[in-house]
């Protein structure tokens, strides 16, 4: 009999790489499995924003208001596929619900108790990874083009003060002063200087990859297709073959639904399909990223040019990407940075597990007390990557949280 039983990853996001890392900390010999190279699905494409200063659900009061605009605009920063509609309708009804004062302060903390999180634990991985000169923390600003949006923007920053972070509102000559790459006559924008960014998504998931095989861990390009119960236990995880376990950690992203479900616990997960435009020779470099709630995409400078980053799309996991999605970057883009060249871009898609309280999954299985799920981060994957996968290794050791985990429950909905 195996005296040290693998412990098994599926999914070599940086939600995957940063569990496997944190699992090999407690002892653990690791697998990680995905049907992709590490670090090349999803995490290869984010705005490289890690928004420790995170405290607003994507569901927040009033929303419905704001939605029809959003998807009749020309430029349209949201769009639904007709034939996706009817599948999407069970999730924007929790999605609308979760809008609700009482329901989205909840959301708030518990996005809150992660993302102010975030660099304690993904900075010792990077750290130890050598990846030191990938991060920066510089800040990011949310920027305003309109009065009307920029007053909307410091009511909502009652949610920062809630949650004790720090934040700094800039008028237009102030924005400006920042950030010179922008055109003139912005509204404002609200600075959180707790956020930081990395240079290169991709970069910093295979430092991380190299840190985990450098410690023993083993790498499988295969797809998971099921699961072999024994006792009310899980036993092996099926590939091509049975791949016998100790235990195992759902960390597949968008893909996790289908796996979850077959281990009796769906979940209300949908993909917010993000695309992104990478500019190799864009002519301008920004301090920090720029977020623009109004268009629906971040800007970020990489250390191989400038990413635009943003959009959501419905339409699920199979639909062909839509080329006009990265042209409506390049132009909203365009609209805010006068001297933004993007004729060399390079079009990228993605997709965001994206419930609709905008809170993971950082849970145990009702049912099987060797399986644990980490999933469902949306819009933060990055942000929230490293504190996810501490949490399931203390989960899987029984050591206690820092935090109530409650809120993060699979068994939730």
């Known amino acids: 009999m195996d005296e040290n039983p693998q412990s098994i990853v599926i999914g070599a996001g940086i939600v995957g790489l940063c569990t496997a890392l944190y699992l090999q900390q407690s002892g653990r010999r690791v697998t990680l499995i995905d049907r992709l190279p590490p670090g090349e699905g999803t995490s290869l494409g984010n705005a490289g924003i890690i928004s420790a200063g995170s405290v607003h659900p994507e569901a927040m009061p009033g929303i419905w208001k704001e939605i029809p605009h959003m998807l009749l605009q020309r430029l349209a920063p949201i769009s639904v596929r007709p034939a996706y509609m009817p599948r999407l309708l069970p999730w924007f009804i929790r999605f609308l619900a979760s809008s609700s004062k009482?329901?989205?302060d909840a959301s708030s903390a518990a996005i809150h108790a992660l993302a102010s999180r975030a660099l304690d634990y993904l900075q010792p991985l990077v750290?130890?990874?050598g990846a030191q000169n990938l991060l920066r923390q510089t800040g990011a600003i949310y920027v305003y083009e309109t009065?009307?949006?920029f007053a909307k923007a410091k009511l909502d920053c009652a949610y920062y003060e809630r949650r004790g972070v720090a934040?700094?509102?800039l008028d237009s000559a102030a924005l400006a002063?920042?950030?010179p790459a922008l055109r003139p006559g912005l509204a404002g924008g609200v600075l959180i200087p707790a956020a930081a960014h990395t240079l290169s998504p991709l970069s910093l998931s295979k430092q991380l990859f190299a840190l985990f095989t450098a410690q023993g861990g083993q790498f499988r390009q295969e797809e998971v297709t099921g699961f072999v119960i024994k006792d009310k236990h899980?036993?092996?995880?099926r590939t091509t073959e049975e791949i016998a376990c100790k235990d195992v950690f759902i960390t597949a992203g968008a893909y996790s639904g289908s796996l979850s479900r077959q281990l009796g616990s769906p979940v209300p997960l949908d993909t917010e399909r993000g695309y992104h435009l990478h500019c190799p020779a864009p002519g301008i470099e920004l301090v920090r990223p720029l977020l623009f709630a109004g268009r629906a995409f971040a800007a970020t400078s990489m250390q191989d040019g400038l990413r635009l980053a943003g959009t959501?799309?419905?339409a699920g996991l199979k639909a062909p990407a839509d080329p006009r999605r990265a042209q409506i970057l390049?132009?909203?883009?365009?609209?805010?940075?006068p001297g933004l060249n993007t004729e060399q871009g390079k079009p990228w898609l993605g997709f965001r597990p994206s419930l609709p309280d905008t809170v993971p999954v950082i849970s145990g299985s009702p049912h099987y007390a060797n399986v644990f799920f980490g999933f469902g981060h949306g819009h933060l994957g990055l942000t929230q990557s490293a504190v996810t996968g501490a949490l399931l290794a203390m989960l899987a050791d029984g050591r206690q949280a820092p935090l109530d985990l409650k809120p993060y429950r699979i068994d939730r909905f």
């Open 102 to 104: 009482r329901r989205a």
């Open 127 to 129: 750290d130890k990874a």
């Open 147 to 149: 009065a009307a949006q």
């Open 167 to 169: 934040y700094q509102l």
């Open 177 to 179: 002063a920042q950030e």
């Open 234 to 237: 899980l036993s092996a995880v």
């Open 312 to 314: 959501v799309e419905f």
């Open 330 to 337: 390049s132009e909203q883009a365009q609209a805010l940075f």
